[in-house]
Structures are given as C-alpha cells and as structure tokens.
C-alpha cells in the first residue's frame, strides 16, 4: 500500500519520437513507430521500435560514459523541460535528498559488443569504458553526473519489470528517509544479445508485433527512456501512485506460470485497499507472445469482474524490455490526461478464447484509474496503480 | 530503519560457510586462502543445475548457507551484484560476434540480472516479491538499504550479494580476482531472537577495512560485508561502514 506520492513532470522518448506531445500524437493518430530493420545491419529480419539518435552527444565532461543507453537517456532528459524540473526540485529537497532510482536491462550492452567486436588478443579497445557502459549502474552514475545531484542511487535490474519495480525501490526509499524524492524511470537500448537472444527463444516476430492476437507470434523489440519526478504529495489534483505489486512466480525462467497466479498476486498487491472497481483501465504488459498474452487475459478476466478496458500499447512502441513499464507508465499518465483508452494497436483479429474487455478502438472515458502490468524472465511480476485519489 | 539479523551466510575462497568462517573472522584461527569449489546445489535438478551460471551457483551457496541455520518460508529477496555474470556475458558476446544465430536461448535468459532470483524461486517455490539491484560502488550497501526497507515494514527478507571474478577481457577495468557471496536472512527488529540488531544512518566517514582479512575488501566489492560479518562473529557492539554511490556512506550500527 501507498499513500501520498506523486508523480509529476514525466517524459518518454520513444519510436514514437521525442517527448510527451510525440507520444500521445502517435497514439491518437493509431501510428506504429516500428519500422522494418536489420540493427545495425548485423540482428535478424525483424521490426523494431527504434529511437534515432545519430545527433546526440554527451556533454564533453561525461564523454565516457558514451553508449547507446546513455546516450538515449540524454535525448529523452532534454524533452518536457525535465532538466528545469530537476532543478527546481534541487532548490526545494537539496541535491542529497533526491534519490535516483533506474530500471534497466540493456544498460550499455551495445557498446559491449562493440568492444567484442574489435577484441585484439582478447584486450578490449583502449576506447572501452566498462564502469561507464556496460555496467548496468552506469546510467544512475550518468544521472548523478549529469544532473549534479548526490543522493543516493541504485539500478534496478529484474528485465521487462525493471521501470516497475524501481518505483517500489524508491517508494520504500522515500518512506523511511532514505531520499526525500526521487527521480525515478527506465531506460533500455538495442543491442544484437537481446535481439538474438530473443530470437534463439523463437519469441521474435518477422513481422510488427500483434498483440491480443489470434495470430500473433511474437514480440518486437524496442528501446526507450522515461523519468519521472516522484515526490511527496502537495496537491489534491495531482495524478498518485496509488500501489505497487510484486510477486515471483516461483515457475520457470523464461515462461509464465500458466494459471496467471504470480500476475493476480502483484495486481491484488497494487490494488491494496482500493476497490477492484475503482480501476478504469487495465496497461497489459500484452508482449504479444502465445503465452503471456493467454495468461495475463486469464488474470485480468479472473480477477475485474467489471470487465474494464484493458490493451497493451505495445503495437506502437514494441516492448522496450527494462524500459517499458516506464513507457508505460507515461503513457498512463497521458491517457489520464487526455482521457481516452488506447486501443491494443495491430490487434488484427482477437484472440476468440480471450474473456478480458480488451479495447479495439481508442475510446473517450472518463478515466480515474489505471493499471499497469510488466512481467520479467526469472517469473518477476509488478503491477502499478496510478491516477487521482 | 532497523531491522533483527536472524542469520547467516557466506561463500569466498577459504570462507566457504558461516561455520567455517566465523572463527576466522572472529579472529581465533588464521585465514587461510584456499580456492572455492564449484558449489552443487541439491535444490534443482540436474538439468536445471547445469544451465546455472557461476553467479547464480555463489548466490545459492550463501543463501542455502544463511537458511541452514534458519529455515524459513514466506520471505522477500534482495538480490545484488556490481556486475552480474561476466563469463556468461563473455560467451555470449563471441557469439554474437561470430555466428549470431546459434546464441543459446538459455545463455540468454541467464544473462538478465535476476537470474539468479528467478533460479532462487523455483528452486525453493517462494512467491513473494524478488528485487535484483545493481549499485555500483555502493552495491552492498544499496541491497543492505533495501532488506532493512522491507524488513522495517515488518517482513522477513533474505537479503544477499555475490560477483565473481573477471574473464580475461574484463580483468583491467574490474580487477575482482576472488569470487565472493554473502547473504542474511533479516526479520523486524521486534523477533524474538537473532545474531542482534542492526541501524542504519548516514555518514561522512569513509569504509574502514575489516581486520581477518585484511585488503580482501579490495579484491571483490562484495567483500565490504567482512566488517559487519566480523562484529557478528564476535558477537560484538559496533558499527560498520558501507560505500554509498552518493555524497554520504552508510554506517552499520550492531548490537548483538
């Protein structure tokens, strides 16, 4: 249970393109931001959810810390003013008391293989950065650097529930003074492990992913960052984080447990005290894989007998692995905003077993709630609560 | 935040149980380097303990250490690694350079750093929430943050941290030439009963070595646990101090 944290001045960059207003323009006009690409001319046939960033450079003074992933979160820190709203947030907690807390995956694992790539009697290239790339703390050393800020700091690493979990990391943080605020996201890269890796799984689509979908085969893989300030509560108006949920599913690493009781258990978890009623619309984490789609429409079903709207919005970004609850939870606080359901985009013919109330059109709704699933390798499950009081 | 220290548990050249090490670390027997041997958990099946990774093998050899002295069910986890598997990243990486499509499926979700949570919790079938942290310098003190959160809220946590050594391409930029785990199972601090209490507060100061193994802090960041292991061993009141990633440290308080 939560009580009393808000979340204030958010940001995504994403496929859709750079900043909020992007976003939502994108999600309204029913545009995928996947495009047909070979990564680098080296991954698999495959769609992707790409972010262009050939004109971004990191500052001079933190140019070791150059790789895919900091470099896509220097892009997204630039967007909706976030940089001012640090700031601002430095004047009134003090840059000690504001925590940073990322979710990440990928982290720097591009340049990684970069280095493989040019390995001379197995030395990396003098170039190599190790603390400042590859090592899945570096984007929080990058924040810390770049934002001029020395609280306290971790990276939350749990795969594609990693944006999520990191807001019960800081949640529990700011509960017992470890920070006052915290700045709190995800940000996840392309790179041929993951690409490769998925496809070794025969969980990656030739085609733009198809979630919710009697046909679907598969996930397409994205990238994206995402901050958001999360700060004590001030103002009644203000959109909450109302829960966080988390579970194991104790079952299997790379497959979810088929009875959707890790999913329930991390839903039940965020809901707390509030009523099942009360939620309005359901995020799924909706991969478009045959089996978590299957299993994550069985929790839902099961446990909102209202029958809310639900959809994965992931037929326009693709999954962006650590980063996509982050993008999700974004798009969460848009939807809020804008007050209409996206619809689970490239849902071509919906799966006929499916027994949730998944949206197929963008719908108007008046909105005070929403849900948000992410599910992780290893079993890990969180669901965030979010909207007004 | 406070938390009551229900037990214990540790994997390290010539360290490789609680048992084994507390005389060490409480200063009655000399350490003794010795190489630690491949762990062999008896908690998965065989095929499902060869696609361990060397990480996920150190993190179940402290775990099951620290629950052997107190078994217990319903707990969340913390698990915590500055670097997560490298050999498994290493091979992984040739693969990718060399011949892309044959990367083993299993490889890759090894590769993620909850690996060795997801193995954790099939193993032992537990259900509550599994947190997997990376940070950096301050890595034992952020999993060591984490459980005291959640052990303050009035849960049991097994709480736990573990890096193995740098494969050849890795060794200059992270110079950890011993594999080290360790892992304690905390509960509010109103149990019962436990090895004793510890406090968390900030500080100035700087981490101060422990005095069994002198230096070995330096080897592996994990290693930064031997102070408050060693205050334990001795059953001792005293305060250790943990790197933080920020402006400040974190001291220990212990009281057994």
């Known amino acids: 249970m939560i009580s009393g944290l808000t979340l204030n001045k958010p940001t995504l960059t994403s496929a859709l393109g750079r900043g909020n207003a992007a976003q939502w323009q994108a999600l309204e006009a029913e545009k995928s931001g996947l495009s047909a690409k070979k990564f680098e001319g080296l991954g698999p046939n495959t769609w992707l959810g790409y972010v262009d960033q050939a004109d971004i450079k990191l500052p001079a003074h933190l140019k070791s810390f150059d790789c895919r992933n900091n470099r896509l979160a220097e892009l997204a820190l630039r967007q909706d003013g976030f940089i001012a709203a640090v700031e601002a947030a430095i004047q009134t907690y003090g840059k000690s008391r504001i925590g940073i807390f990322i979710g990440t995956s990928t982290s720097g694992l591009q340049q990684t293989e970069l280095a493989y790539a040019q390995l001379h009697e197995d030395k990396f290239p003098d170039w190599f950065r190790y603390a400042h790339s590859q090592n899945p703390f570096s984007i929080c050393d990058y924040l810390q650097k770049r934002l001029e800020i020395t609280g306290h700091a971790v990276a939350v690493s749990t795969a594609c529930s990693s944006s999520a979990k990191a807001f019960g990391v800081a949640t529990r943080a700011i509960r017992h003074g470890i920070c006052d605020a915290a700045i709190v996201g995800g940000v996840d890269s392309l790179c041929l492990n993951t690409l490769w890796g998925f496809n070794a799984l025969q969980v990656l689509s030739q085609q733009p992913c198809r979630p919710m979908s009697k046909h679907r085969n598969g996930i397409s893989i994205g990238e994206a960052a995402g901050f958001v300030l999360l700060e004590p509560a001030d103002d009644e108006g203000s959109i909450r984080l109302l829960g966080v949920g988390e579970s194991a599913d104790a079952h299997h690493m790379s497959a979810p447990e088929p009875s959707g009781r890790g999913a329930r258990s991390a839903m039940v978890q965020a809901l707390g005290d509030y009523a099942f009623d009360s939620v309005d619309y359901i995020n799924l984490h909706g991969t478009a894989t045959p089996a978590n789609d299957a299993v994550e429409d069985l929790a839902v079903a099961d446990l909102f007998a209202h029958q809310p709207l639900v959809s994965s919005t992931k037929g326009w970004t693709g999954h962006a692995l650590g980063a996509a609850s982050i993008v999700e939870l974004v798009f969460g606080m848009l939807i809020l905003q804008h007050q209409v359901i996206p619809k689970t985009l490239n849902c071509d013919q919906l799966d006929p077993g499916f027994q949730a109330n998944h949206c197929l059109h963008n719908t108007p709704q008046k909105i005070r709630r929403i849900l948000s699933n992410s599910y992780g390798f290893g079993g890990n499950n969180c669901s965030l609560l979010v909207g007004f009081e | ?256």
């Not at chain 2, 909850?114 to 099939?122: E, F, L, T």
């Not at chain 2, 079938?125 to 005291?148: F, I, K, P, Y």
């Not at chain 2, 785990?181 to 507060?201: C, H, N, Q, R, Y």
Request: contains cysteine; negative net charge; glycine residues 8%.
């Open chain 2, 1 to 256: 935040m406070k938390a009551q220290i229900l037990s214990m548990g540790i994997a390290a050249p010539g360290l490789n149980s609680w048992q084994h090490a507390v005389e060490i670390l409480s200063g009655t027997r000399p350490y003794i380097e010795a190489a630690l041997p491949k762990y062999r958990t008896e908690k998965l099946p065989p095929n499902e303990r060869r696609r361990m990774t060397e990480s996920t093998r150190l993190a179940f050899q402290a775990c099951e250490d620290c629950l052997s002295r107190n078994p217990c069910r319903d707990y969340h986890t913390v698990f915590a690694s500055y670097s997560n598997d490298l050999a498994n990243l290493d091979s992984l990486c040739r693969t990718i350079i060399r011949n892309p499509a044959s990367v083993s499926p299993t490889a890759f979700h090894n590769s993620v750093a909850n690996a060795p949570a997801g193995y954790w919790s099939i193993a032992t079938g537990e259900q509550m929430s599994a947190t997997t942290l990376c940070g950096g310098d301050g890595n034992v003190a952020c999993a060591l943050l984490e459980a005291m959160a959640l052990a303050t809220e009035g849960n049991q946590v097994l709480v736990a941290a573990y890096d193995v050594i740098s494969p050849g391409p890795f060794i200059d930029q992270r110079p950890f030439d011993v594999p080290f785990a360790w892992s304690m199972l905390l509960g509010p601090a109103s149990a019962d009963s436990g090895f004793g209490e510890v406090k968390v507060t900030t500080t100035n100061d700087d981490f101060v070595t422990g005095t069994a193994l002198p230096g070995f802090e330096a080897r592996n960041q994990a290693a930064e646990i031997l102070p408050l292991f060693e205050l334990i061993a001795r059953r001792k009141t005293g305060q250790a101090i943990c790197t933080g990633v920020g402006a400040a440290n974190w001291l220990f308080a212990y009281q057994p």
